[in-house]
């Protein structure tokens, strides 16, 4: 059984209907990028899949335990699915030890000395051991968002969600972020990214998903989708961003 | 006429002790008002209902009434309904829900003003509301109004001349009780005068010097 099964999952905002049915399953390990236009659903997908939106219909099971529909607590689903933002939303009046402590200590309980060891760890993956004592303000874009990581990492989750998580990079800080997600898909972290990193989806995913107006139009390995797209719509997209 | 300051020095026992009250009523209103505002902003910021709406009330009813009239409607009007308070109990208990109450709007606009992404990843990381709050939302929402917290403390502490109507031993009634035991009127209120901006001087380096601490993370950032 697949580590993600998602069914049938539909959402609107108002009249604008933004999912229309998707259906979706992903293995544990898998690295999975979302591609799309904009307004084409994939970041609200990505949202419904730890409950920052609230779908209108369909399911979605993790580990054959029902997540949606409060079947999960925030604090049980923040240990299940991890999300790493565009904006980073580092806490800014905490250091970089504190932002990744923050969860363990206050949501799972976790004692200090014990949270600090795993958030050291996550900081030390991430290649920010030596930054521990700065304010978020005191970095660059990517070392934000390589502490970003880290702090979603140290809830231990089964999932990696990443949402565009190098559009608000200078391009030069875009490698340093991609890398860490590189080696995080090598130790077999399950990942599933929305991103505009075209070259990064097709070397590092296992699969590729195309959505075009709230549905899955095509998916498949990458060099396949890249170089032999089904759809028109796909073959565009494709002419459209290289 | 001549000033002859030595003409306040029988008095300073109770220069002294009126000092001693303002500003011990001044403390206390910070810390106490501080806190109530907090809890005020929390209820006020979550779902609306009943305690929502009464604080709501609470908060319009405090800041579109004069500070005197709430003062003497506590001192008169409590023990008229059967509840006895001392002045200083109820000079203590205007200047808290005076303070709460203005604190409570200037921290909601702090509140108010945090970027939708700290809520989110908060969410994300399973904080509920309450811990959301305490540990994501309210410090850089301090340091976001911070001057006009100041600025409302000072305000309080200097309004708290006030409580010398209802017969609080504070520095204004011992101005007044001087002045008329002497008829030194310019001496007597030019010291106190001066030491209320003193006071307020003291106050506010005081804050400045906290805010540094607390906010640290604010110092060479961009965020």
Request: overall charge negative; proline content about 3%; aromatic content about 8%.
């Amino acid at each position: 059984m697949a580590l993600v099964v998602v069914n049938d999952l539909h959402k609107s905002f108002g009249d604008l209907e933004v999912l229309k049915g998707i259906d979706l399953e992903i293995e544990a390990g898998e690295v999975v990028s979302i591609i799309g236009r904009s307004g084409s659903g994939k970041s609200t997908f990505l949202r419904c899949l730890n409950q920052l939106e609230h779908h209108d219909w369909g399911t979605i099971h993790l580990a054959d335990q029902r997540l949606d529909g409060g079947a999960m607590s925030p604090g049980e689903l923040s240990q299940n699915v991890g999300m790493v933002f565009q904006s980073f939303n580092l806490f800014p009046h905490k250091t970089v030890i504190e932002n990744v402590m923050l969860a363990p200590v206050v949501v799972k309980q976790t004692p200090r000395a014990e949270a600090r060891q795993v958030a050291e760890q996550m900081l030390d993956k991430v290649g920010m051991l030596e930054k521990i004592d700065a304010y978020p303000g005191q970095l660059s874009g990517g070392q934000q968002q390589r502490v970003a990581i880290a702090r979603a990492l140290a809830m231990q989750p089964k999932v990696l969600l990443c949402d565009e998580v190098t559009s608000a990079l200078d391009p030069e800080l875009v490698g340093e972020v991609l890398h860490v997600l590189e080696s995080l898909a090598a130790e077999g972290m399950t990942l599933i990214l929305v991103t505009h990193e075209m070259k990064f989806a097709r070397d590092v995913s296992h699969r590729v998903v195309f959505m075009h107006h709230g549905h899955i139009h095509e998916a498949g390995d990458p060099q396949t989708l890249f170089t032999q797209p089904k759809t028109s719509e796909l073959s565009q997209f494709i002419a459209s961003i290289l | 006429m001549t000033l002859d300051f030595s003409t306040l020095l029988p008095y300073l026992d109770e220069i002294l002790e009126g000092l001693v009250t303002t500003v011990w009523l001044t403390v206390a209103t910070t810390f106490v008002g501080i806190a109530l505002a907090i809890v005020v902003a929390y209820v006020r910021d979550g779902a609306p209902g009943i305690a929502s709406s009464l604080l709501g009330a609470y908060v319009e009813v405090t800041r579109n009434t004069p500070f005197i009239v709430q003062l003497f409607f506590l001192f008169f009007g409590l023990p008229a309904l059967g509840v006895p308070i001392s002045a200083t109990v109820a000079a203590l208990l205007a200047m808290v829900l005076n303070l709460g109450a203005y604190t409570a709007e200037i921290l909601r606009a702090g509140i108010d003003s945090t970027a939708r992404g700290q809520h989110e990843a908060a969410r994300a990381l399973g904080l509920s509301r309450l811990q959301s709050f305490r540990h994501v939302v309210l410090v850089p929402a301090f340091s976001r109004v911070y001057p006009s917290l100041i600025s409302q403390c000072i305000i309080v502490m200097l309004g708290s001349a006030v409580v010398s109507q209802i017969s609080v031993f504070d520095l204004t009634y011992a101005a007044n009780f001087i002045q008329s035991r002497n008829f030194r009127g310019f001496e007597v209120y030019l010291v106190v005068t001066l030491i209320y901006l003193l006071l307020a001087v003291g106050l506010r380096l005081g804050f400045e010097f906290v805010g540094r601490r607390l906010f640290a993370f604010r110092q060479g950032g961009s965020s």
